[in-house]
């Protein structure tokens, strides 16, 4: 009788209440995944989502999309004219896409296209006076973007952030600029 009665109230429910949260316990400590936040690339993607963000922000009282701007730097100090295939190698982008933002660009009266000298099947693209006056300023914003968000950092520890990134893209063959 006594053991039936220990049995009894060794069941009851807060002992499988128990039991059960045990098993749980033990299954979460041998299963349990990763933490968003333990992820190099969690944090790497917040800073980069938010230094975009801001930038983009920064950008837009001149008109001009992250993604163009990429077209412009490019585009500025190279060569008097160069090719939409040439834009597409430099940035990584497709000829589609370089043909849409040169199109948007011409709108904005940023870059002038017209038919290639050499082969007509082609087309020479060139940055405008205003677009060649634009990009220092652009580029001043990226700078200011920079400083903003890296300025916790000293300069050595952007260097070797920088360094340590730019080791990581090589190593994955990244080329695409990041554009969004």
Request: charged share 25%.
């Amino acid at each position: 009788m006594f053991l039936n009665q220990h049995c009894i109230r060794s069941l009851d429910n807060s002992f499988l209440g128990n039991y059960y949260s045990s098993m749980a316990i033990g299954r979460r400590a041998k299963t349990d995944p990763s933490r968003l936040t333990a992820h190099t690339g969690f944090w790497m993607r917040l800073v980069s989502n938010h230094v975009s963000r801001a930038f983009a922000r920064r950008l837009e009282a001149s008109g001009v999309t992250v993604a163009e701007w990429v077209v412009l730097r490019e585009m500025y100090g190279g060569d008097e004219t160069t090719s939409p295939g040439a834009v597409a190698e430099l940035t990584g982008l497709t000829r589609g896409a370089v043909s849409r933002l040169i199109s948007r660009l011409l709108a904005k009266d940023l870059v002038t296209r017209r038919e290639s000298a050499r082969d007509r099947r082609y087309q020479d693209i060139e940055l405008t006076r205003t677009g060649v006056a634009l990009v220092p300023q652009l580029a001043r914003l990226a700078d200011e973007n920079d400083e903003e968000f890296f300025r916790v950092l000293s300069r050595s520890d952007r260097r070797t952030l920088t360094d340590l990134l730019k080791r990581t893209a090589a190593l994955h063959h990244l080329k695409q600029m990041p554009i969004e």
